[in-house]
């Protein structure tokens, strides 16, 4: 029922820089928290950036300071801005969203791949 639409992945060369987007839909409750989660080959699924509807942005340590998320007002889009690309940055990345009610079930897309590779 929840579906996200993500883009931005693809091949990039260390040092680099890209953009992943996603909008969601599909609730009528909205959300209350966006973001995006990677899992590389043989490693866990970790949250890279979430953007809450109070509170501030989480970050993953790795990323933090080089990336920035963002969101838009209505909680229904968010973005991940990546710098300084290591190919330990290497997954596949999840769009990420959270129902806005207590107990709210947590959502994740299909991925995108993103490669970052000379």
């Known amino acids: 029922q929840v579906q996200f639409m993500e883009s931005g992945g693809g091949l990039v060369q260390p040092g680099g820089s890209l953009r992943l987007s996603c909008t969601v839909s599909?609730?009528?409750?909205?959300?209350?928290?966006v973001g995006w989660y990677r899992q590389a080959p043989g490693k866990q699924r970790e949250l890279v950036a979430a953007?809450?509807?109070?509170?501030?942005?989480k970050y993953a340590d790795d990323v933090k300071g080089r990336s920035i998320a963002s969101a838009d007002s209505g909680m229904k889009s968010v973005s991940l801005e990546m710098n300084n690309l290591k190919p330990e940055d290497t997954a596949v990345y999840y769009c990420?969203?959270?129902?806005?009610?207590?107990?709210?079930?947590?959502?994740w897309g299909q991925g995108t791949q993103v490669t970052v590779s000379s």
């Open positions: 990420y969203a959270r129902e806005d009610f207590r107990g709210g079930s947590e959502y």
């Open positions: 599909g609730s009528i409750f909205g959300y209350d928290a």
């Open positions: 953007i809450y509807k109070t509170g501030p942005t």
